[in-house]
């Protein structure tokens, strides 16, 4: 049976970050990433709003809002030095009304806490300069929220991968982990659907949707320790090239109550277009259609501060899910990164309720399971 030095389940774009950052410091070979499906990021990576997002909303203290801000800087760094398609577009947070500018005022607080230094208060006049299409009371601009081909930033990160010394296995799916020894014994169907083993000194769970199963795998009850996953899954809609143009940058509404989500916003993609979205609906299918009837919902979500749209421009996009550790109802939780060394598990990291801002995390995500390695 082979035996490596680190062993990542997950080829979404943290398990590639994770791979490129390691494979630095480890020999060739040493380095293994492993992933179900038959190319990288198929999941939650490559269905996003593809948002540089700058860390305004996550509560101080907390991975989300460190490694979002920290995160922030680096990404545009590493597109800038790799020449990975994105724009520092900006990104106008509304109050629809009178009433929401103390949402507006608090979100602006909150962002300052978190080191996001840039963010403006903008009256109805400045946003009007801005963005004339746009009906708004007051706005928050957000400079360094931008847009990225998250596609071509984890083809990067494969060929970083690749080219110092990981390799990258395909079509191959974790059925099981055993501790052996001074690490793991991880059995896997390959390609051919036959079943191999590696044993790894270091093992490192950041499976998305899966990520859940995957610890479980150990005899571990998800429930008891607040690891499940409760996909939740987000709807797109998009309109006509002719009215994307009357938009320049992203345009959020205030965030839904505690944080349960950002609401259906405006994004725009590289190419231009205006996409809205996601609506956020628990799922226990993972499918990604999207239902046709709820562009009612869209068009009701947008039309007060977007009155040029009519219900009629809304067409079906794309959908993605994203592996919430909070079930419905619950509180806002935060990233899970923890080395399980109290729970027994030493040599073992889980990456656990990966969620928005991930994207934009990655390459900071990456730096932090480093750190933790010894």
């Known amino acids: 049976m082979e035996k490596v030095e680190i062993l990542i389940i997950g080829a979404g774009v943290v398990g590639l970050a994770i791979a490129a950052e390691l494979s630095k410091q ?3 070979g040493s380095v293994v990433l492993l992933e179900r499906h038959s190319k990288f990021g ?10 540089i997002h700058a860390g305004i909303y996550y509560p101080t ?7 979002c ?37 608090s979100i602006l607080t909150q962002g300052r806490k978190n080191g996001v230094n840039d963010l403006e208060l903008l009256d109805k006049d400045q946003i009007a300069k801005l963005e004339p299409n746009i009906r708004a009371a007051a706005g928050l601009l957000s400079p360094s ?114 944080l349960k989500g950002l609401g259906i916003h405006a994004t ?14 628990y799922t226990e299918t993972l499918d990604y259609d999207v239902n046709e009837d709820h562009a009612q919902e869209f068009y009701n979500a947008v039309n007060t501060y977007m009155p040029f749209l009519k219900s009629a421009d809304f067409h079906p996009d794309m959908a993605g899910i994203r592996p919430k550790i909070q079930a419905p109802g619950d509180p806002i939780r935060d990233f899970i990164v923890c080395h399980e060394v109290e729970r027994g598990f030493e ?28």
């Not at 320790?225 to 709807?235: A, H, Q, T």
Request: glycine fraction near 8%.
């Open 145 to 258: 929220t931008g847009i990225i081909d998250s596609h071509k930033l984890m083809l990067r990160l494969e060929w970083l991968a690749l080219a110092q010394g990981a390799i990258v296995a395909y079509n191959h799916k974790v059925i099981g982990i055993n501790p052996k020894g001074d690490g793991y014994h991880v059995t896997y169907h390959n390609p051919a659907g036959q079943l191999e083993s590696i044993h790894c000194r270091w093992l490192i769970n950041c499976a998305g949707l899966t990520s859940d199963q995957i610890f479980s795998f150990l005899g571990i009850n998800i429930d008891d320790i607040g690891y499940r996953i409760y996909p939740c899954k987000g709807e797109y809609f998009s309109v006509s090239n002719t009215k994307s143009a009357l938009v320049s940058r992203l345009i959020y509404p205030p965030p839904l109550k505690d």
């Open 61 to 67: 203290g907390s991975l989300k809002a460190k490694l």
């Open 268 to 281: 725009k993609a590289l190419d231009g277009r205006l996409r809205f979205g996601p609506n956020a609906i």
């Open 69 to 105: 801000v920290e995160g922030n800087q680096k990404l545009y760094q590493f597109c800038q030095e790799w020449e990975i398609p994105h724009k520092r577009i900006g990104k106008l947070i509304i109050a629809r009304n009178e009433e929401e500018i103390p949402a507006l005022e």
């Open 347 to 374: 040599g073992l990291i889980n990456l656990i309720g990966i969620e928005s801002p991930g994207l934009t995390s990655s390459l900071t995500l990456a730096e932090m399971v480093k750190d933790l390695i010894h």
């Open 42 to 51: 198929q999941e939650t990576s490559s269905r996003n709003s593809e948002v």
């Open 26 to 28: 480890f020999d060739d």
